[in-house]
């Protein structure tokens, strides 16, 4: 908009822009506006279902406190234990099992 304003400031009043460009400007300026806010609303959303995933996550390893499962650990095999707490680590939960964290996407199984 301040580049329109500039433009109009410092036209030639003898021969001043035609009335179409004016209106094909003002057209284009419309347009990217809405194309900031189209931008700016999907980057909210990503942002919203960020944290919805965490959220979700989140809820997921709550409902595993008390039961027994199975996880795969960093070295390949296996263990099983009650979980016994669940804590948040960045995007992603981890279940305490024998004193051990393990990130809930290494549980195999799940008994109740």
Do not use: H, W
């Amino acid at each position: 908009m301040q580049l329109l304003v500039t433009q109009m400031k410092y036209q030639d009043p003898l021969s001043p822009q035609s009335n179409t460009q004016f209106i094909a400007q003002l057209a284009q300026f419309s347009s990217l506006e809405q194309m900031t806010n189209v931008a700016q609303g999907e980057q909210n959303l990503i942002a919203d279902l960020q944290a919805l995933q965490t959220s979700q996550s989140l809820t997921g390893a709550l409902q595993l406190l008390g039961a027994t499962v199975t996880v795969m650990t960093s070295n390949g095999s296996q263990t099983s234990g009650t979980v016994t707490a669940v804590q948040t680590s960045g995007s992603a939960p981890t279940v305490m099992i024998n004193g051990t964290a393990y990130p809930i996407s290494s549980i195999q199984s799940v008994t109740r």
